[in-house]
Structures are given as C-alpha cells and as structure tokens.
C-alpha cells in the first residue's frame, strides 16, 4: 500500500492506494432454470396438451482483460463472482430466459490457477477467502493465462435449462406433469495471480537508481528518494522512439539477497521479471551503501537463477549506473577485470549516456523497426 499527503486549504487530504497483484475468488457458473409445467388452454381448445418450455441456460462466469486496468484490487473486496440463474421453461412452449454471464475484467499478464476445495472453513463461508492459507501456485493446475487486450476464456459454465412437460408426451401419457430441474453450473476457486507484462525489466538491489532510470527513459513518474525500498510495487513506463515504435519497461522492486527462497517480498517481486523479453541488469556503481558492484552483480544472477532457471537464459544487459560520482570509474575498472560483458555506463540523475542505452534497446527488441 501507498500513502502520501496534501493540503489544500486548510485541509489535509491523505490518499491511500494500495497495488494488488494477487487475489483469490470463488466463482460459480449460474443453475440452468427448471422445465415448465403447462398445458394449453383456450377457448377452443380447453384440453390442449402439455406446453412447458424448457428452463434457461444459467449464465457464464468469463474472464476478460481489460488494458486499461494495472491490478486486481477491484477483485480484492468482491470475491465471490456468480453468475444469473436461468430462469424457469414459460408456457406456450417458450424457453426460460437464460441467466446473464458475470464478467469479471483482469489486467493483461493475469495467471489463473484452481485451488482444490477440500473443506467448508468458517473463512471461505463467510467469504473471507484472503484469509485462507497461502498456497504455492506454481503447483497448482492452471486454467488461464491471461495475456491480449480483449482476450476471454470461460472460468466456469453455466448449467443447462431443464426439460419442460412438453418434452414428456408420449402416446401413453398424454398429459405429463413431469420435468426436470436445470443442471447445476461449475463452480470453483481460483487463484489470479498478476505476472506483469513488460519487453524490458529492471533489476537490481535497493537504491541502484531503477527508479531515476525508469523516469528518464519514459514518461513514467515512480517515487525517488534517496533511501531503500522506495519501490514498492511494480512500475511500467513507456518509451518511444524517433518513429513512435514502443517498448515497455518495468522497474522491478529492489531484489535482496534469498528472494528466491521469499526472502523479504522475493517471490512477490521476482514473478514480475518472468514475462520480460530482455533484463536489464542496473548496477550502483558508486558502491552506495558499501556495496561492492561485482557482488551485486553476482547476487542479483544467482537470485535470478535459482527463482527460475528459464529466466536466466533471458538475454541481458548490464548497466553501471551512477558514473557522475567520483569513486565510480575506479569500480568500474574492478568490475570489468571480473567480469567480462559488454557494460553501458550512464549516469540516470545526469541523464547522461541514455541516448546509447535507448539505441541498444531498441536495437535488440526491435531490430526491423530500430529507430
């Protein structure tokens, strides 16, 4: 959650909010309506046999991305999504009305995985279901991957109408009063997971200046300070170039050494890097508080690894960062005798070295179209 402060006037406004990029939902498709018991009646016809329709479908639960949403707090306080029932067969042979189909919208880069029900907790009845127990997701089976702007994917089906008395005619019962009940809807519960969706992501520990690079690069406005773990949340920035092709670029909270096992908000900020078609490496190399380039550059390898050893096959660059300050160019020197890649030197505060840094990106994403 953030929290920050205004005044206007005399009155002091604080503005909470709060990113969610995980939630659980209980989701129920609607029951299919009950068959119609009817018989036809008219002036001519006092007798007419059995007219019951069948009952209406009972509505969907569907998942639709939104791009224009970012997380998934809306579903935070709303887990319990459900559908419409059908509605019961008319007479005159006419269907029920079918039950209407809940969307439930979700930011592009949404996994969905089913969370087996095994009991009936006093939580999940009173639908507190964030208070559950936390599950590893990564075992769970999945159903979705959310990932295009527009994309829909049925989470759980409504029920079929049941059959109404006119289905019942026979020639040995003439005037049936028998139909059937709808079907009941699949039901579940679901875990929805936000990986976010970026072509550049970067990494790096606790004051690396991500945060300046990112609002230098784009037209993204993160909060900078000059104190660790300013970065709470993921934040996507968008920059152009000369031909208005785009690259999205996500500055990833600051990483510390056992994310991979969770340490500190590690899983929570390490899935945000797996959807990343390039990593972007930013290392302090002022050594700000007392760290020394090289081993950052090691650490944040090995966390990278050991999360997912898929992600650290994913191309990279590295980036020294901070090389307006004077202690910088000695260290860099160090850390080129070490380790043996090509390294961007830029200073974001300074703005300077961006330019090369914008070409190489582009360059490498998008090498049809490179402006």
């Avoid at 990833?252 to 797996?274: D, K, S, Y």
Wanted: net charge neutral; glycine share 12%.
């Amino acid at each position: 959650m953030k929290c920050g402060w205004s005044i206007h006037g005399s009155v002091r406004k604080i503005a909470f909010i709060m990113f969610v990029d995980r939630v659980r939902i209980l989701a129920k498709g609607g029951h299919g309506g009950r068959g119609g018991l009817s018989f036809f009646r008219a002036k001519h016809n006092a007798q007419g046999g059995p007219d019951g329709g069948q009952g209406g479908k009972g509505g969907d639960v569907v998942l639709v991305v939104n791009p224009n949403l970012n997380n998934l707090i809306h579903l935070k306080y709303s887990p319990h999504q459900y559908a419409e029932h059908g509605r019961p067969g008319n007479r005159n042979q006419r269907t029920g009305r079918s039950g209407k189909t809940k969307i439930i919208e979700v930011p592009a880069g949404t996994a969905v995985r089913q969370i087996p029900i095994e009991d009936d907790s006093e939580d999940r009845i009173e639908g507190n279901l964030q208070a559950m127990p936390e599950v590893n997701d990564e075992s769970l089976p999945m159903v979705a991957d959310m990932l295009e702007a527009g994309q829909k994917h049925i989470l759980c089906a409504g029920g079929k109408g049941g059959l109404g008395n006119m289905h019942f005619k026979s020639s040995i019962n003439q005037a049936p009063r028998k139909t059937q009940p709808g079907l009941p809807g699949e039901s579940g519960e679901y875990e929805l997971v936000l990986k976010s969706i970026a072509d550049v992501g970067l990494v790096g520990f606790p004051n690396a200046g991500k945060s300046t690079l990112l609002s230098r690069l784009s037209h993204a406005h993160p909060k900078i300070a000059s104190y660790p773990f300013t970065t709470l949340t993921p934040q996507i920035g968008v920059m152009e170039s000369s031909y208005g092709e785009r690259l999205t670029i996500a500055d990833i909270p600051g990483l510390i050494e056992g994310a991979h096992e969770g340490v500190g908000l590690g899983h929570e900020f390490l899935r945000h890097v797996e959807r990343c078609r390039l990593l972007l490496f930013v290392i302090d190399m002022a050594g700000t508080d007392n760290r020394e380039p090289v081993d950052d550059f090691r650490q944040l390898r090995t966390e990278i690894s050991l999360y997912q050893e898929e992600l650290a096959k994913r191309p990279y660059f590295i980036v020294a960062n901070k090389m307006d300050q004077p202690v910088a160019a000695e260290k860099l020197a160090e850390f080129r005798a070490q380790i043996n890649r090509p390294i961007l030197e830029i200073s974001a505060q300074q703005e300077e070295g961006l330019d090369g840094l914008r070409q190489k990106l582009f360059d490498q994403l998008l090498p049809k179209t490179a402006s």
